[in-house]
């Protein structure tokens, strides 16, 4: 398969939006950092993310190509479709959202930004066996049935979004959405959150919306449950189709 898009340069960042990264950062890690998992206080070391600004494109590419042989790619479009999203990761690429919020809305953003992608997605994705099983997951939707892609990419959201995971006997957050946002961190490991024990039957049954508060979360126990999961769904779709 040949992607129709150009790559085009990354994106070199003016004062005001590393302003608004450095509100966000400065709020956000020292907060959540002992709550999160062991691969995303790595990763966040390994790419040295700063408060200070935006790191350039470039130095992220070549850790990234370095730990991974995956390539980060650049793009303008904030909300990738899963077909898109998906048919770049299974040819390693990982798309970086290049733009940010504005800084009288730094709680919210409808669509995902370089603040998402980098600080929550990147730390996770610059591990090798990470990166294999997100590879894995986009061969598993697109080769699935429509209708199994439905309760695929709640799976999909509910741990590489919003999932934990259990080191050590406690819960850590995984999730790239969880990393990033302000509020929902906080809200997850609060006595309001329902957190439920990883079970893909059970996930595949709740849609999620990028709107709302989520009211229920799940728990992996350890990566190898995700990992045999999509390896096993996988296996299943090969001898059906
Ligand atoms: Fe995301």
């Given at each position: 398969m040949v992607l129709k898009e150009a790559k085009r340069p990354f994106y070199h960042w003016n004062d005001e939006q590393n302003e608004v990264w450095n509100l966000m950062y400065t709020r956000q890690y020292p907060r959540i950092k002992d709550r999160t998992c062991q691969w995303y206080q790595e990763g966040h070391e390994l790419l040295k993310l700063?408060?200070?600004?935006?790191?350039s494109g470039e130095a992220l590419n070549s850790v990234f190509q370095e730990r991974t042989n995956w390539e980060l790619v650049s793009t303008d479009v904030q909300y990738s479709d899963g077909q898109s999203w998906f048919e770049h990761l299974i040819q390693r690429k990982f798309l970086i959202t290049e733009y940010i919020r504005e800084k009288d809305s730094l709680?919210?953003?409808?669509l995902p930004d370089i603040f998402h992608d980098v600080f929550g997605h990147l730390p996770m994705q610059v591990h090798q066996r990470y990166a294999n099983l997100t590879e894995e997951y986009a061969h598993l939707m697109l080769e699935c049935p429509p209708d199994v892609r439905v309760g695929l990419g709640s799976i999909w959201w509910y741990t590489i979004e919003f999932g934990f995971i259990i080191e050590d006997s406690e819960i850590k957050a995984f999730g790239a959405g969880l990393m990033s946002s302000y509020a929902e961190f906080d809200l997850a490991f609060s006595d309001k959150m329902i957190r439920r024990p990883f079970n893909p039957v059970d996930i595949a049954q709740h849609k999620p919306s990028p709107h709302e508060w989520h009211k229920i979360l799940w728990v992996m126990q350890d990566f190898e449950q995700l990992e045999e999961f999509v390896a096993q769904q996988r296996q299943y779709f090969r001898v059906l189709y």
């Open positions: 700063s408060k200070d600004v935006i790191p709680d919210y953003t409808p």
